[in-house]
């Protein structure tokens, strides 16, 4: 076979032949070097032209519309005149007949498809927080991020009905208080199991039995290092049993196989959590008058802050009514007006932990664990100082 140029060559366009594919075949090298390409298997697709009169042969859809916007014709003749579209063609967009008016005419068109080098449209929320449409889906959304982009507070109190377990529990803690130690032991187990489970939960880590369990065992070794050593070492046993805890949560982060950010994120809510419930334990270390008036008004004070008020009124109603508490049970148990200082800074306390089960959308679950037992955990070292100060 000899290599000589395609004859039927010249009956298609030139004008719609790459520059250099012209030149080359003004070449004979070049000619032989293309007409080889052209008759092997592997030829370069493209250096070929697509063949003319392709585009009115395909079945495809026309869009000329979108082109007499740019001021192309779409039989590739030169600028369209005015007037001209689909009908002075004699081929109309699928659907409308010549003539009629085509879309866009009542309102915006829609959108076409990309062309092979165009980058594809963004589809969804341009927002810096919404990620780009994917098959996988996009990252969640937390409940407390929506409620900041639509402008609004991502705390949400407990409510009444954890205001009103707090108060029995807090009750409870002050009746067994008067009764003895051991008594009052059984409450506060209580309040540090639902204290270790309710932050966890408050964290977004759940279930997390390990962490609940070894916080909770903290709290256990706790009490009973307290109740072996008595009360006049109640910090030496709370402060050593809190260390021993810190150091056992480490080694057991540090054994862990997750990603080291997971096991920072477990490390410091195994902590807390421990923290948390540990020093619940000061309770059990204060004066028992000290612990009767402060939880009676950790139970007042948050009975308060749950009426339908304003934030800053609920606080001072709050504070108020917990101040009074204090000065009533005081009167009962020997404390006298000096329970007011007690009852007030016990309040403070468990309106801050209030706050803090309150904080990032929670859920029920947390609101009856970590609503119901961080106030009167968070109260405990109050009790145990403003008790030592006023008795």
Known sequence: ????????????????????????????????????????????????????????????????????????????????????????????????AAGAPGPGAYGPAPATPPGPGEPAPAVGPTSSEYGPATLAGNARVTDAQ?????????????????????????????????????????????????????WFRLNGMWPARQGIALAFLGALVADAALLTAGREHGPAAILGTLGVWVLL??????????????????????????????VATGHLAAD??????????VAVAVLARALPLPTPASVVVALLAAAGAGIAVGGMTGLGAKGALLGAGAAVCALIGHRVASYDYP???????????????????????????VG
């Open 1 to 96: 076979m000899t290599n000589q140029p395609y004859e039927g060559y010249d009956q298609y366009p030139q004008q719609g032949w790459p520059a250099h594919a012209q030149q080359g075949y003004e070449d004979p090298q070049a000619a032989q070097q293309y007409t080889q390409q052209w008759q092997g298997q592997t030829w370069e697709t493209q250096v070929q032209a697509p063949v003319a009169g392709a585009a009115e042969t395909s079945y495809l859809p026309q869009q000329t519309y979108d082109a007499e916007s740019q001021g192309y014709d779409p039989g590739g003749q030169g600028p369209a005149a005015p007037g001209q579209g689909p009908a002075a063609y004699g081929s109309a967009p699928y659907g409308h």
């Open 146 to 198: 929506r409620a900041r982009l639509e402008g609004r507070s991502p705390v949400i109190e407990p409510g009444m009905q954890p205001a009103a377990l707090t108060a029995l529990l807090g009750l409870l803690l002050s009746g067994a208080a008067a009764v003895g130690s051991y008594a009052l032991l059984v409450p506060l187990v209580l309040l540090q199991a639902v204290t270790a489970a309710g």
């Open 249 to 278: 949560s480490l080694v057991l982060q540090l054994r862990s196989h997750a990603d080291p950010d997971e096991r920072m994120y477990g490390l410091m809510a195994t902590v807390a959590s421990a923290a948390l419930a540990i």
């Open 288 to 297: 028992p008058d000290a612990v009767t008036v402060g939880a009676a008004a």
């Open 363 to 389: 859920s029920r679950f947390v609101h009856f664990t970590a609503g119901v037992a961080l106030p009167l955990a968070a109260a405990a070292p109050a009790v145990y100082i403003l008790g030592r100060a």
